[in-house]
C-alpha cells in the first residue's frame, strides 16, 4: 500500500487510463473540422445558409417596382448603384410562408444581377464542411437546392443555435434566369 491507500498496480492502472484520455484530448483538438462561412438568413421560422462566397452585400429593403406577369417569387426590380436588379423572394421561391421582408442579399457574379429578399439577415457563421456537403437528400430536398443540414448546436453563437437549411445558389436560382 501507499499513501493513496491503493494498490500499486491499480494506481499504475488509474494512470495509464488518465495519460490515455489526455493523449486522445489533445488529438481530438488537433483534428478541428474544416468550415465555410455562411450567411444564415431567417424566412418565417426558418434558416437558410447562403455560402457567404457568393454573396457580396447586404442592405435594407427599399421599394420595388413590380413586373405585370412576372413569376410569384418575383417581387420585381429596384435600382441598386446605378443597375437594374431583379428581387426574388427567397421564402416563395422556396415554397414556404414568410414574414416580412427586412433585408435584401445581393448576390456576386450573376447575369443579370439579382437580390433574395429575406425576413432578416442573421449573421455571418462558419459552419462544419460536414455539414454542407453531406446532404441526407442527394441532388437536393424534392427537386429544391437545399444541400445540406445544419443541426441545431445550444453550444453555437446565438442566431445560429436552431440549426439550418444550406442552399445551394445555381440550383435554386436556375428556374428563375435565362
Keep these: 500500500m501507499n499513501t493513496t491507500g491503493l494498490r500499486p498496480e491499480r494506481v499504475d492502472a488509474l494512470l495509464a487510463a488518465r495519460s490515455a484520455a489526455l493523449a486522445a484530448r489533445s488529438r481530438a483538438s488537433r483534428e ?40 410569384a417569387a418575383l417581387l420585381g426590380v429596384v435600382a441598386l448603384s446605378g443597375s437594374i436588379v431583379s428581387v426574388l423572394a427567397l421564402g416563395r421561391m422556396l415554397g414556404i410562408q414568410a414574414g416580412g421582408v427586412g433585408h435584401f442579399v445581393r448576390l456576386r457574379g450573376q447575369e443579370p444581377p439579382v437580390v433574395l429578399a429575406v425576413d ?30 445544419c443541426p441545431p448546436d445550444p453550444n453555437a453563437a446565438e442566431g445560429a443555435r436552431e440549426g439550418c437549411s444550406i442552399l445551394d445558389l445555381p440550383r435554386l436560382l436556375q428556374p428563375f434566369l435565362p
Design 120 to 149: 432578416r439577415a442573421v449573421g455571418v457563421f462558419e459552419i462544419g464542411v460536414t455539414a454542407s456537403s453531406a446532404s441526407p437528400f442527394p441532388g437536393g430536398l424534392g427537386g429544391q437546392a437545399v444541400s445540406g443540414y
Design 32 to 71: 478541428v473540422e474544416e468550415t465555410r462561412a455562411y450567411l444564415v438568413c431567417a424566412c418565417g421560422a426558418e434558416r437558410y445558409a447562403l455560402p457567404l462566397a457568393e454573396v457580396s452585400a447586404v442592405i435594407s429593403a427599399c421599394p420595388v417596382t413590380p413586373v405585370p406577369g412576372s413569376p
